[in-house]
């Protein structure tokens, strides 16, 4: 079961130091199980011993309703984008707010999605036919592209959001394997 922390009117008391609190990992993608909620902390820059007792009493916070293990990590944006920071690119790219409910790439102007590129050239009419109503629906049911907000750009590419990967890549495997996904950050 996914924990869309994000979504949950969740009441965390944290200090002004506190620029967003933010969820990311495999427990944002639809369809994974995780093996437990990583959640990233940013502070104004402040001694980093504070930044850990800090980062510790919000973790404590979110635990307390969860089964599920919570893991916390604490930056600043110089440890952030510092080119150690493994991290740094699934923030910015499936990260969620805690405390805007948003994509916290939006904090910098930018946009996180995945784009599917697909070719139905060698598959038969009826291959298709599926194809076309997986992905729009038929009689009343939603297909996938409305379902998750997607959008069909132009035939043969589809453009969704991040934590939705799982779900259109299983379906499409299902049909044709001649696809490929590519992340995009677009900025606005």
Do not use: C
């Amino acid at each position: 079961m996914m924990q869309k922390l994000w979504q949950k009117k969740l009441t965390l008391n944290y200090s002004k130091d506190v620029l967003d609190i933010v969820q990311f990992g495999s427990s944002i993608i639809e369809g994974k199980e995780p093996n437990d909620i990583d959640i990233a902390v940013f502070f104004n820059k402040i001694p980093l011993n504070d930044q850990l007792n800090q980062a510790q009493e919000i973790k404590k916070q979110l635990q307390k309703d969860i089964e599920i293990s919570i893991h916390v990590n604490s930056f600043d944006f110089y440890s952030f984008f510092d080119k150690s920071n493994f991290a740094k690119e699934n923030i910015l790219f499936n990260g969620k707010s805690l405390i805007s409910g948003d994509f916290f790439s939006k904090n910098f102007g930018l946009t996180p999605k995945i784009q599917v590129y697909y070719s139905l050239k060698e598959l038969k009419k009826k291959e298709k036919i599926r194809f076309n109503y997986m992905l729009n629906g038929k009689k009343g049911k939603y297909g996938l592209i409305k379902k998750y907000g997607g959008k069909l750009l132009k035939p043969g590419l589809i453009e969704i959001s991040p934590e939705f990967e799982n779900i259109f890549v299983s379906e499409i495997k299902n049909i044709t394997l001649d696809f490929s996904t590519k992340r995009v950050l677009e900025g606005f």
